[in-house]
């Protein structure tokens, strides 16, 4: 699924309908701001107002996947194609989150012997010092690479207005969280909840 592509196909179909962005965010009860996001491909719209936007516009939700108008003959071809796209997005979102925990594993595992050395032999100060400061490079590393891959597994949803978005790096680390769900503030509705982690943007 093209992003860009669908996001060029909102907007000429709301121009043919002749509204502006206020006029269409203001039919689905949402900002301009997000009409302007979904235009310019840098987010998309979720679930809950895929048929809100396709009644609006006067298309089907897999026209709107598509990012095109469709003929009869092309229909069944193009919604195998959205369903397709929608699961390798799911699997490659999963293939990051265990890939981020067997890299914060790795580093762990890699750092634990230089920290075992460094307290269980006698040696100088600087040459423990070093060791202990490798030992916490690796897994500060690994940590960083962890959670910039689960980051971007996926999206996180907000359980009030189902809005689905990926957090900047400081709110991913920063907040508090479980396996599953982050505190994070919704950029749409501006509430501040557990969101829980989902595969598909």
Same mark, same amino acid.
Request: proline residues 3%; hydrophobic residues 40%; glycine residues 6%.
């Given at each position: 699924?093209d ?16 509204y502006?962005?206020?006029? &269409?965010? $203001?039919? %689905? !009860? =949402? ?7 979904? +235009? /310019?491909?840098?987010g ?7 048929l809100? &936007?396709? $009644?609006? %516009? !006067? =298309? ?7 990012? +095109? /108008?469709?003929?009869e ?6 919604a ?5 796209? %929608?699961?390798?997005?799911a ?18 595992f ?6 075992v050395?460094?307290?269980a032999?006698?040696?100088?100060t ?13 897994i500060?590393l ?22 689905r ?24 509705c ?12």
């Amino acid at each position: 699924m093209d992003q860009t592509k669908t996001g060029r196909f909102i907007a000429e179909e709301r121009k043919c309908k002749k509204y502006t962005q206020r006029e &269409l965010a $203001d039919r %689905l !009860g =949402i900002s301009d701001k997000t009409i302007s996001k979904w +235009e /310019r491909g840098n987010g998309f719209p979720e679930v809950s107002l895929l048929l809100p &936007l396709c $009644d609006e %516009l !006067g =298309i089907t939700v897999n026209e709107l996947l598509s990012g +095109e /108008r469709l003929q009869e003959t092309d229909y069944k071809k193009k919604a195998e194609e959205n369903m397709v796209d %929608l699961v390798k997005e799911a699997q490659e979102s999963k293939k990051k989150i265990i890939l981020s925990a067997m890299v914060a594993g790795l580093a762990i595992f890699a750092a634990t012997p230089l920290f075992v050395l460094a307290g269980a032999i006698e040696i100088e100060t600087w040459l423990r010092a070093t060791l202990i400061g490798i030992g916490s490079c690796v897994i500060a590393l690994g940590i960083v690479i962890a959670c910039i891959l689960d980051r971007d597994a996926g999206a996180f949803e907000c359980p009030v207005c189902q809005e689905r978005f990926i957090p900047d790096m400081r709110d991913y680390i920063m907040t508090p969280h479980t396996i599953t769900k982050r505190r994070l503030r919704c950029p749409k509705c501006g509430s501040l909840r557990y969101c829980r982690h989902v595969l598909t943007k």
